[in-house]
């Protein structure tokens, strides 16, 4: 009997295909000003222009949007992905965890596979509110990290089928 792809497969696939809906849009704020969408004040250093580097380091916003914690999201994650630990899938929630991020809101795909290789590509999410999430995938088949603000699915979850445990 032919068999049709993998749950892992099928996970990602609409785990990429979203991301690479979500991506271009993503970053469509100009460098050092907030989103339109956000409540929260402004991220500026009361200039809109000069180098990059004159931009504030981004800081966790509580209260804030999905969008307005991206730039923290974003980050770490290249934070992460700069460092040796770049392929393991619990750096990247210990980092979050230690920048403020709630580590009951994460989830986490595998990061090898069923008989040890490393992932081509995981992801790793953190719950934000009750509609959205904050999305990251990095792995040798993804180039540079990808992160993304995605709407959550059925029951609070962000990442589709079996998730690796993210506690302590």
Request: charged share 10%.
């Amino acid at each position: 009997m032919p068999r049709g792809p993998s749950i892992a497969a099928l996970r990602t696939t609409v785990v990429v295909l979203a991301l690479t809906l979500a991506i271009p849009l993503a970053g469509c704020a100009p460098i050092g000003q907030a989103p339109s969408s956000t409540t929260g004040a402004p991220a500026t250093t009361g200039s809109t222009q000069g180098p990059a580097s004159a931009s504030p380091v981004p800081t966790l916003v509580p209260g804030g949007t999905a969008d307005d914690n991206l730039p923290l999201f974003r980050a770490v994650t290249a934070q992460v992905w700069s460092s040796d630990q770049r392929a393991s899938g619990r750096a990247y929630i210990d980092a979050l965890v230690a920048a403020g991020f709630d580590r009951g809101a994460m989830q986490l795909t595998e990061d090898h596979s069923t008989v040890g290789n490393p992932a081509e590509s995981f992801q790793f999410s953190v719950r934000w509110g009750d509609a959205e999430c904050l999305v990251g995938q990095v792995g040798p088949s993804t180039g540079d990290p990808v992160t993304a603000v995605l709407p959550q699915l059925d029951a609070g979850a962000c990442l589709i089928g079996k998730t690796a445990p993210v506690g302590p």
